[in-house]
């Protein structure tokens, strides 16, 4: 069949030759939009990861602070009258020696154990009991909203704070 327009075989090839190249730029696009998708996914997994830990770290330290509490609790006539689970948080880990001291020594090894730069302060004051817990969490949230005692005497750490009475 030819109709002086060439053969049929001839136009197949030009069309042909037309598509390939707009074809490659397709695929350049999408090979573009594919990664552009993929740097985007690895880093919403990073920020996962990295509030996860600080999550992690966040519960670790709730859990340390109710310990404390019910460690005075348990010693409540010791805590009241001696006041003897006052504790801040930059002062050396105590000697085991009476219960408080125990308690307190087994507690500030428990946050240096279980948080980055973990340290803690134990307040009784009459009936109210304040546990404040610290730890680096630089990695995560940062400082921001800590409490006081994790913010004074040079500590730059993030924290929990719990309040209750005896």
Do not use: H, K
């Not at 030819?2 to 136009?11: E, L, Y």
């Not at 010693?75 to 307190?104: F, H, K, M, W």
């Amino acid at each position: 069949m030819n109709d002086g327009r060439g053969s049929f075989s001839a136009m197949a090839c030009r069309g042909a030759r037309r598509q390939g190249g707009f074809t490659m730029i397709e695929v350049l696009v999408a090979v573009l939009v594919l990664s552009i998708g993929l740097i985007g996914l690895a880093s919403l997994q990073g920020v996962s990861l990295q509030f996860n830990n600080s999550a992690y770290l966040r519960s670790q330290a709730t859990n340390l602070a109710y310990d404390m509490a019910d460690r005075v609790r348990a010693n409540r006539e010791a805590a009241l009258v001696a006041g003897a689970y006052n504790i801040t948080a930059g002062a050396a880990i105590p000697a085991a020696g009476t219960l408080p001291e125990t308690d307190l020594n087994e507690w500030r090894t428990a946050l240096q154990d279980s948080l980055p730069s973990g340290t803690g302060e134990v307040l009784v004051a009459g009936r109210n009991l304040t546990v404040v817990v610290c730890w680096d969490d630089t990695r995560g949230e940062g400082v921001a909203g800590a409490p006081a005692e994790c913010t004074a005497d040079g500590l730059n750490l993030m924290g929990f704070r719990f309040e209750t009475q005896l």
